[in-house]
C-alpha cells in the first residue's frame, strides 16, 4: 500500500520504466550510495515521486543506451538532477507543481544539462579505456618478445644439446667399431696361431711315426740279413 498519494511502489515504477524490481532496487540502492534520498515506511520499503521516476528514467538512459557502468551513471544522473533543481527552484516546489495533475506521467527526460554530462563522462572514460588499452598492449608486446626471446634460447639450447648428442653417437659408434675390429683381429690371430700349433704338432707326429718306422725296417732288415 502506497504511504502518500503522490508516490508508487517498485512494481509499479517497473511497469513504467518497462523494467525488472530487481532493477529498480539495484538502481536505487546504488543512488542512495552517493547521497539519494527516496521515501520510506516504517519497513524501510521505498516508495517513489515523480522526481525518482524522471532520475530512475536517466540512470535507465545512462545504463542502457550509453552503455555506461551503473556506479559512473548514477554519478552523473545525479549531478544533473541537482543542477535542474538548484536552476528551477527546491524539490518541495517541483512536487507542489506536479500535484495539480493528480497523476504521475512520465516526464521529458534527458535534458540538455543531462546529455552533455553523459557525453562529457563517455569520452572521459573512453579516454581512460583507450589509455589502459595502451599499457594492455604495451605490456602485451613486452610479454610477446620476452616469450620470443625465450623460445630462440630453447631452440639454441636444444641445437646445441643435439650437436652434442650427435657427436657422441658418433665416437661411440667408432668406439665399438673399433673394439669389433680389434676383437675380430684378436679372434682371427687367435684361429690362426691354434691352427699352425695342430699343423705343427701334425708334422712332429708324422716324422716321429716315419722315424719310428724306419727305425723299426732297419732293425727288422738287420735281423734277418743276419
Not at 552503455?67 to 533543481?85: C, H, P, Q
Amino acid at each position: 500500500m502506497n504511504t502518500k498519494q503522490d508516490t508508487i511502489n517498485a512494481e509499479e515504477m517497473a511497469k513504467r520504466l518497462n523494467t525488472t524490481s530487481s532493477n529498480i532496487r539495484k538502481w536505487c540502492i546504488e543512488l542512495e550510495k552517493h547521497g539519494y534520498e527516496f521515501t520510506k515506511d516504517t519497513r524501510k520499503k521505498r516508495y517513489y515521486s515523480v522526481n525518482d521516476q524522471s532520475l530512475l528514467s536517466n540512470l535507465k538512459y545512462a545504463i542502457q543506451e550509453k552503455n555506461l557502468s551503473l556506479e559512473i551513471a548514477a554519478m552523473t544522473v545525479i549531478k544533473g538532477f541537482d543542477r535542474n533543481r538548484s536552476s528551477s527552484g527546491t524539490q518541495e516546489e517541483h512536487i507542489k507543481k506536479e500535484e495539480k495533475s493528480h497523476e504521475l506521467s512520465v516526464p521529458q527526460e534527458h535534458n540538455e544539462h543531462t546529455t552533455n554530462e553523459l557525453l562529457t563522462t563517455v569520452k572521459n572514460q573512453l579516454e581512460q579505456q583507450q589509455v589502459i588499452n595502451d599499457k594492455l598492449l604495451e605490456m602485451l608486446e613486452h610479454y610477446k618478445g620476452a616469450l620470443e626471446e625465450s623460445e630462440n634460447r630453447r631452440r639454441s639450447q636444444e641445437e646445441h644439446m643435439s650437436t652434442q648428442l650427435n657427436d657422441l653417437e658418433e665416437r661411440l659408434a667408432a668406439r665399438i667399431s673399433e673394439q669389433i675390429t680389434n676383437r675380430d683381429k684378436e679372434m682371427m690371430d687367435y684361429i690362426r696361431s691354434s691352427q699352425k700349433q695342430q699343423q705343427e704338432q701334425l708334422l712332429e707326429s708324422a716324422a716321429a711315426q716315419q722315424n719310428e718306422e724306419e727305425q723299426r725296417k732297419g732293425f727288422f732288415a738287420r735281423l734277418f740279413g743276419k
